[in-house]
């Protein structure tokens, strides 16, 4: 083939000039004398050259470009000859330089390689002129200082933490086995990174311990060596590196290898538009000479298919090729090695931080071809991942790299891009909560590291504030669980457990994090060594934080309503979900269909009624928990309170499941949810996958949100002075699927006269009530009302119908039973009413032993309900019925033509009655033939009054007494 390369330096017609370039197959340079020098550009004939490989023009002056996949590669003159050593030589070290003033070096690439491709030689030499300036900053002059651990070993729950990190004393490394998959190596590499980084942690915070593992590096192979030593028995073993931790991965190559076929097959299928517009910016970003820092790992990095690209490859051969070597699998189970890689990368890091004598040179130059390589899998995965939990994840493992290595932050930028897309301004997730701890397991420590690593060199760290609001979100909608700790709500995808609040502590400089951390420790099982980040080190004790003396409170807000309320020694709180807009949409196929579905909890009992979990995502199919008739809901069903099997009398999964969009549109979803896109042009994945899937003529599609939105009502109360909180939402429920009919249901979560309520008023009667009973329970007052007089009592199982229903979860916690030797299983009595005549359904849970009972004076339809000394009652019309409110209190004892519409809660004082609140509906006065509505009222045998909307009150005494509507009377 023939080449062109620019000249920036001069030269005569006596020079001789030579360009040279690496064979990698025989491991040496090549010199190749210039054909001819036409307009300051050198041209040559070759028959292995590759743009793609190590090249370097020399002689008189030289021009040296590479391109890794973060960061630009150049050097002129003098510079180019140590560079050329220092990669051939056995031990390298990094000579590079990122441009100032570049925050995406990939585009960067891209336009050069467009210019190559394009024999823009004007361009390349206009470019390379522009850039490469005396301004460069130059990497080889980073110096981070070594981390020196500073941990007040005083504060609450280091002992205990101290003693976690010794009971590692004994864990041996664990060999790779050869019959692994890529991830479980990865997943051993972490684990065994652990080891070191525990023994790292320990002796650094005491100066007596000798440490049990020793790094080194072999100046002569370059490799590094594991140094075990048993200090008791004076025993020293010696193993190799490579036998223990991954330093490569392959998952990069096939990437590579589809990217060049689909170049090959640009002009074949001549697609235009803003698909094929940018494509060739994703081939650059993925890079495929991913330069090593030595010869021998440079070496160890092989594509499969490179003697089968050439300069002459033709669409029809690769097309044949993929679908024989059935490269579209490329896409198969990279999530789990992104997640396995990014572990295992946080831990590197942290070790260079630590180790900066020995580790630090050779993770740079072992794992910065890891580095690149996840940066560039992440541009062709990272929009498909919608850049979800597993992408913040990489970015972040890739950012704490980037800075301790480079003192760069281009992975941070994409990150904190990525968090604004999927948190809310108050902290929510649109994953689950679930996903955002799963983000907190290692993501939050890394950055305060990072955090005090820019604080070594002056520097203040920028993180995203909606991000650092999820604590707060988190805290807020968690309630105490018996046996579990301190339990997020369940929202979507994921198990919950008692996350860690220590860090957060450390993140943003607030105690009140540590105060939550020591009132409710994290869950032992999620214990990791990279935890030492969030130890203070200044001493807490003087500290005075208020404590909390509410006894009852609660919020709805992002998705989750919470009622929350302390009854002598117990907390019982009752949950719900109302998730809509963004959070709903932005959550793609982690989204379950679980709007409207409530949990009620105790700290004593433990739950009662229970969310289902989560296996993990791939069981979703499998394990039944992620639709709409697996929660805890109202839903449409056929004979249900006669059928032996749910799935035989519930209707159509009760919401659409979570349904699958092409990837036309999904392009318009991604740049809808993207706005500024972290990374660099995802628009040139779609174009790939648009290729891919054209030669494979298979119909690939993508799964997202399902379900129906709720909405949760403007009106409620938030009143905990006079012991009232509730909230209303409604969504909807399949009736009809091929018809698309469906049923609205309103359901109020409500906290009155010390019992907890659960309100079902949908627009169709004989409906079908649905809740996970925890099968643990002894014995509780749960309750449930239909239109029969009494209640049912939903522990009796000779009364409901129910089906024992147990799941494996995806995490370990202490109230989850113990199968297998997990605690990974959670059993609940899948509990189902149905009464064909009832409009609505009214759950009960009291707090103390004044139990409500239906009462004698009621209308039709409705459900009035009474303390046993009537100071306190509950009427529930059907939604939109209006009533007078004369109409059910005792005959005599009201007066004033007040009515409502919703649910209605009334208060006894003395001969008088309080008005004290209506949810989904309005409470309204009528006075000389006008109506009006109005806040609250009072009324009374002799008199009554009212506040106004705008707070105004307004009294009236009257000796008439009130006349009810004697053909509403229902009973007397």
Known sequence: MDVALPLDFSYSTNDSIYVEHFIKSENRWESIKADSIVDDFVYFRTNSFSLFRLVKNVVKAAVYVDVPALGVTAKFSKNVRDIVDGYSSTVATICCSVVNG???????????????????????????????????????????????????????????????????????LKPLNDDDNEAKKWATTRDNLNLLLTDEILSKLNSDKKNRFDFELDSTSGLGKIIVSNHKNNQIDTLNYEDYFLTSSSMIEDAAWIVDGINACYETFNLTGNYIKKWKDFGNSIDKSYTANCTKFYEAYDYKWSNQLSSTIDCGFFAKDFISKKGYNIFNNHQEKLIAISEAMVRISLLAWLDKNNFRAFSLMAYKKVYDGVLAWLELAAPFLAFNNIAIKSYGSLALYEYIHFGTDNNLKAINDALNIH???????????????????????????????????????????????????????????????????????????????????????????????????????????????????????????????????????????????????????????????????????????????????????????????????????????????????????????????????????????????????????????????????????????????????????????????????????????????????????????????????????????????????????????????????????????????????????????????????????????????????????????????SVMYIMEYPLTQELFSKTDICLQNFQCFATPNKDKYLIIPPRNTPFKICDIL????????????????????????????????????????????????????????????????????????YLPALPLLLLR
């Open 423 to 837: 948190y809310s301004s108050n902290g929510a997730y649109s994953e689950g909560a679930g996903y955002s701890e799963y983000i907190w397991e290692d993501f939050p420590y890394l950055l305060a590291a990072l955090k005090e690593a820019y604080a070594t060199q002056g520097q203040s760290i920028f993180i995203n504030e909606k991000f650092l609001a999820s604590p707060d979100y988190m805290y807020h909608f968690s309630r105490p669980v018996k046996n579990a700790g301190y339990i997020p709500v369940e929202i979507d995808d994921g198990c919950t457990y008692n996350p860690d609040y220590r860090i957060w502590g450390k993140l943003k400089e607030n105690p009140i994090y540590y105060k939550w951390a020591n009132k409710h420790p994290v869950d032992p099982y999620k214990l990791s060594p990279i935890m030492f980040l969030g130890f203070p080190n200044y001493n807490l004790d003087s500290l005075t934080i208020p404590t909390e003396s509410n006894l009852l409170w609660g919020d709805f807000k992002d998705g989750i309503g919470l009622i929350t309320a302390i009854a002598g020694n117990d907390t019982v709180a009752l949950s719900m979900i109302a998730e809509n807009g963004d959070l709903l949409e932005n959550g793609q196929s982690h989204d379950q269909q679980d709007n409207l579905s409530i949990t009620l909890s105790s700290s004593k009992k433990g739950f009662i009624i229970q969310d289902r979990g989560y296996s993990e995502f791939y069981n979703r199919s499998d394990e039944n928990f992620h639709r709409y008739n697996n929660h805890n809901v109202l839903t449409y069903g056929k004979n249900c309170e006669s059928s032996t099997s749910k799935k035989d009398c519930l209707i159509g999964g009760g919401q659409p499941d979570n349904y699958t969009i092409s990837i036309d549109e999904l392009r318009k979803r991604t740049e809808k949810m993207m706005g500024s896109t972290p990374g660099f042009f995802w628009s040139a994945n779609m174009a790939i996958f648009n290729i891919v899937l054209k030669i494979k003529d298979k119909n690939y599609d993508f799964t997202v949100d399902g379900g129906y939105e709720a909405k949760v009502l403007d009106k409620h109360i938030n009143n905990p002075q006079k012991n009232i909180i509730g909230y209303t939402a409604r969504t909807n429920i399949i009736q009809d699927f091929i018809k698309n009919e469906f049923i609205t249901n309103y359901r109020t979560i409500l906290y009155f006269g010390e019992s907890f309520w659960v309100i079902d008023r949908p627009t169709e009667k004989g409906m079908v009530w649905l809740a996970n009973i925890n099968a643990h329970l002894d014995s509780t007052h749960l309750k449930l009302y239909t239109s029969n007089k009494e209640p049912i009592d939903l522990l009796d199982t000779t009364i409901t119908n129910y089906q024992i229903i147990s799941i494996k979860q995806h995490i370990q916690r202490n109230d989850y039973d113990l199968i297998n030797n997990e605690k990974k299983y959670l059993t609940n009595l899948w509990t189902s009413v149905q009464n064909k005549t």
């Open 102 to 172: 570049i925050y995406q070096p990939a585009q960067w690439i891209y336009k050069l390689y467009k210019k190559i491709l394009c024999f823009d030689f004007v361009g390349i030499k206009d470019q390379l002129s522009k850039t490469f300036s005396s301004n460069d900053k130059s990497i080889t002059s980073w110096n981070l200082s070594q981390n020196n651990i500073q941990i007040d070993t005083s504060s609450y729950n280091w002992k205990f933490f101290e003693n976690y990190l010794h009971a590692s004393d004994t864990i041996q």
């Open 890 to 961: 005792p005959y005599n004892d009201c007066s004033g033509d007040f009515s409502s519409t919703g649910i209605t809660m009334i208060s006894r004082n003395n001969d008088a009655y309080d008005i004290l609140g209506v949810l989904d509906g309005s409470l309204t006065i009528t006075k000389n033939g006008n109506t009006k509505e109005i806040h609250s009222a009072t009324t009374a045998k002799n008199f009554y009054q009212y506040t106004s909307q705008d707070g105004s009150v307004f009294q009236e005494n009257t000796a008439v007494n």
